[in-house]
């Protein structure tokens, strides 16, 4: 079956500080890959996708690469800020299950930016 | 804003009652999925519904049932409700020509449990 496992939270940064949250999934053949974000109170948005091996999602600065020889979508951010205070979410959607693309999430990392 | 609608925002009912949550797509989607977020869980696919069809099955109970209306809007009904529902109920929408394989969510509605 389909699994993502991420990065265990929380995580405290400093303003300014390099991110990485890892992500490693496992699928049968091509899946999609997602990253979330969900700040306080709020529902899920999507912040990158990739949809094929060595594709590079990117927004608002973090980025992510399909690396599919180590099946991983490491989130990356070169300095983050206070605003990016939030949970992050990756997930994976198998097009395999044909029209069915639910999502398989992981379990989601808290990130707090200190000023 | 996503565009999906949810309602209630917030449900508060007692073990043994029987709720309903309502969703409204996007404009052009036809696809709805529902995801329960829970502390010991995480965010979980329920169900998903694609232009009024039934079109996949994840962790659902059996207390649990959905479905979608002709305007494609979905209902989740939630029965028998024990203290374990209570969770953070997402649906999100999809599937259509401007969806680019992506989901939108909905705000969410927070069902607590007594």
């Known amino acids: 079956g389909n699994s993502v496992t991420q990065m265990e939270g929380p995580v405290t940064l400093s303003e300014e500080a390099f991110l990485t949250i890892n992500c490693t999934y496992t699928a049968t053949g091509y899946p999609s890959l997602f990253w979330y974000v969900q700040y306080p109170g709020e529902g899920l948005q999507l912040l990158l996708k990739?949809?094929?091996?060595?594709d590079k999602g990117s927004n608002k600065g973090f980025e992510a690469t399909y690396r599919k020889e180590t099946t991983s979508f490491h989130l990356e951010k070169g300095s983050v800020q206070v605003s990016d205070s939030a949970v992050y979410f990756c997930?994976?959607?198998?097009?395999?299950?044909?029209?069915?693309?639910?999502?398989?999430f992981g379990s989601g990392t808290q990130l707090t930016v200190l000023p | 804003d996503s565009g999906v609608t949810q309602t209630p925002k917030h449900l508060i009912t007692a073990t043994g009652q029987r709720v309903t949550l309502r969703c409204s797509p996007r404009?052009?989607?036809?696809?709805v999925y529902w995801y329960q977020q829970s502390l010991d869980q995480g965010l979980q696919f329920l169900i998903q519904y694609y232009n009024g069809e039934e079109r996949a099955k994840g962790n659902i109970l059996e207390r649990f049932s959905a479905q979608q209306f002709p305007d494609l809007h979905s209902e989740l009904n939630l029965s028998s409700l024990e203290l374990g529902d209570s969770a953070l109920y997402f649906c999100?929408?999809?599937?259509?020509?401007?969806?680019?394989?992506?989901?939108?969510f909905g705000p969410g509605t927070r069902l607590t449990v007594l």
């Open positions: 990739a949809t094929k091996a060595d």
């Open positions: 997930a994976l959607s198998n097009p395999l299950s044909g029209s069915a693309r639910q999502l398989t």
């Open positions: 404009s052009g989607d036809l696809s």
């Open positions: 999100a929408s999809g599937g259509g020509a401007s969806s680019y394989n992506e989901q939108f």
